[in-house]
């Protein structure tokens, strides 16, 4: 019993930390509750135990995330050097095809915007830096190339998404070759007027040049 309770608190709390930016400002609480699975009560003491840690913040009348966890953030990386070195590439994307740019990679199970900048359009995404993408989305069907289905296949291991997960949002993602043998994957998003496979010979380019920045790590 005295292992199995820290267990239990340890993935209450990072429920909740995770639901929070869903949950919105009113009634939050009852929001959070219904997102996490948890009741009402631990929903209480788990808010009341990350505000002590520093995790989140109660701020002009609803819970927050505590921008102390920026600082925490920014040291997420699966190789070091990783992010500064992709965030060069990123931007210039981003300039040269005006859509959001994101480096996704797999994270336990899951897939998560290491770097993510927006685009000029508005889209119908979280378009923000650690953001959890769906297994849909064309930059996961890139990192689970035996899931992906052959419509949406494009040339060297590449994947488009046209409306596929969200109405009014096209992807295009390929591979990146990351060193000692892992992976990631580069996805541009734009709204559904500019189709994002239309701009797949940039994107290809920018991870080759990634991959070329990479190998001197």
Partial sequence: MAEREPRGVVDGAFRVLWALPEAGRKHQ?????????????TVHR?????RRSGAVEWTDGHWALSASLLGLARQVEPLAGLR???SKVI?????????????????????????????R???????????????????AMVLT??????????????????????????CYAVPVGLPGGR???LQIATAAQRPADRLAASVHRAAAALERRLSGL
């Fill in 91 to 119: 931007q210039r994307l981003r300039e040269e095809t005006g859509a959001a740019v994101s480096l996704v990679v797999p994270s336990d199970g899951s897939f998560v915007a290491l770097e993510m900048v927006p685009g």
């Fill in 183 to 185: 992976r990631a994957s």
């Fill in 29 to 41: 609480v009852a929001r959070l509750a219904q997102l996490t699975g948890l009741p009402r009560p």
């Fill in 145 to 170: 190339p035996s899931a992906m289905p052959a419509a949406r296949r494009r040339p060297f291991g590449a994947a488009v998404d046209d409306q596929d997960v969200f109405v009014g949002l096209t």
């Fill in 121 to 139: 359009d508005t889209l119908p995404i979280d378009a923000r830096s650690g953001a959890r993408m769906p297994e849909s989305t064309a930059a």
């Fill in 46 to 50: 788990l808010l009341g135990q990350l």
């Fill in 84 to 86: 500064e070195t992709a």
